[in-house]
């Protein structure tokens, strides 16, 4: 694995962003901002299972001033998701918004960026330039407002990763010249919290996208593959582009885009952070894929284990396997785990056996070890 790129650090509320700062996790919420009620009840949800940064639509006014009343119900940080109307990004502002994301393909006047810029700055909130895709300004249209649709505006013409000929205007320097356009107008205005994003859906352009920015500026990415699909499809797409670009020592926060509730948006960042030894939150589940040596249904009490530890916060990986001969072998790094047997089951410890108990218990007895593990845990720390 790469050394982590060196990145400027910027402050998201209480969440440093860049720098030595531990990856964060990102999600958005999916209820209508003008909703509070609804809005604050998900982003309570996404506070449970440890997102650390939440973005919000802001589709008009009314979403922009209700983010007032959201902030004050709510402890993590939100961002403010702009789109066309710089207003909306003033209004935003005004609500007391911890961050904003601008889009440099829809909201392309020079001048309306400078008054976001201005106000941002006098509230010492950093600004997301979030390239996407799907909202490119048509080619030969950055910083130019107007323009032609983008049905007719060649972006979809132009070759992605690895099909451009030498020389050839691609779909990354398209994207990375887009970022370019605003990083200058922010810099010009000597603003420096900023924060990029580059995504595609392709998983390819996006990577090289990327790596493309990150040797260009210094300021944090905020990595993310759009539209990425359901949530069982969308977390292996992401966790292919994502995970390539952080193994490469690329991206200081991410955000998996789902088709599904948001909470599972923040499960398969913090599995994708936990696959690279990034960060550890929360319950890491070892399950055993089960074979024809199975004594129990394995996949049903890996998934019952799954739903029961995996709000809990606590650093610690449990194993569930299914069979004892293999099982606590295979599982050696667990720190609790379960190996079923006929009619009985093993309980282990980093591979040695602490405990037999009976098939019918074996759920209860695993957590009651779980939470042996956890007493203990809160025990040795306090004593240090
Ligand atoms: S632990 Fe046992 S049941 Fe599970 S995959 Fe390995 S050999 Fe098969």
Partial sequence: MKP????????????????????????MTKTDTRDVQATVRQIKELEEVGCDIVRCAVPDLEAARALADIKRQVKIPIIADIHFHHHLALEAI???????????????????????????KERGIPIRIG???????????????????????MVNRLPKAGEAKPGEYSVVDHM???????????E?????????????????????????????????LHLGITEAGT???????????LGYLLYEGIG??????????????????????????????????????????ADVDVVRLANQVDEIIKGLNANIRVAVMG????????????????????????????????????????????????EKLLQEQKAGSLGD
């Fill in 131 to 153: 390239v996407n895709f799907g909202s490119l300004p048509p080619v030969g249209g950055i910083g130019k407002s107007g323009g032609l649709s983008r049905v007719y505006d």
């Fill in 252 to 293: 200081d926060t991410i955000r998996v885009s789902l088709s599904g509730d948001p909470r599972e948006e923040v499960f398969a960042g913090y599995e994708i952070l936990k696959a690279l030894n990034l960060r550890q939150k929360g319950v890491t589940l070892i399950a055993c894929p089960s074979c024809g040596r």
């Fill in 4 to 27: 982590r790129r060196v990145s400027k650090p910027i402050w998201v509320g209480p969440v440093k962003i860049g720098g030595d700062a531990p990856i964060s996790v990102q999600s």
């Fill in 176 to 186: 990375v010249a887009t970022a370019l356009w605003e990083i200058q107008i922010l």
């Fill in 231 to 241: 949530v069982k499809a969308g977390s292996i797409r992401s966790a292919v582009g």
């Fill in 323 to 370: 069979c004892e001969v293999n099982g606590p072998g295979e599982a050696k790094d667990a720190d609790v785990g379960i190996a079923a047997g006929v009619g009985r089951a093993v309980i282990f410890r980093k591979g040695q056996k602490v405990r037999v108990v009976n098939a019918g218990e074996m759920l209860t007895a695993l957590l009651e070890e779980v």
């Fill in 94 to 120: 005004k609500s007391g918004v911890d961050g904003l994301r601008l889009n440099p393909g829809n909201l392309r006047d020079a001048d309306k960026v400078r008054s976001v810029v201005k106000a941002a």
């Fill in 188 to 220: 010009d205005m000597d603003f420096d919290n900023i924060k990029i994003s580059l995504k595609a859906f392709d998983v390819p352009t996006t990577i090289e996208a990327y790596r493309r920015i990150a040797r260009m500026v210094p300021y944090p």
